[in-house]
């Protein structure tokens, strides 16, 4: 159980220690992007919209999923008090 922690924290550590390059969006959304700001128009505005729209929905249902988990499988306390014998 412990060398699979271990090997878990290790590929973790990795991953948050390499980075690279990328880009974001594609040729069409960067233009969209770039002449709705300058011509004021409010298509950028949507596009941020949805972009958040959807990275909220994982987040949403992970959320969902721990609420789920913690009601079905947390401990009920009885309030009884057992009689220890020694």
């Known amino acids: 159980m412990k060398k699979i922690v271990f090997v878990l924290f290790f590929m973790v ?12 969006q594609c040729a069409m959304c960067t233009v969209t992007a770039e002449q709705s700001v300058k011509n004021g128009n409010s298509q950028g505005k949507g596009l941020n919209t949805g972009i958040l729209y959807l990275l909220a929905i994982p987040y949403v249902l992970i959320t969902g999923m721990g609420i789920l988990w913690y009601v079905k499988f947390r401990k009920k306390n009885t309030g009884e008090v057992l009689d220890v014998q020694p």
């Open 13 to 24: 550590l990795l991953a948050m220690t390499t980075t690279s390059t990328v880009n974001a």
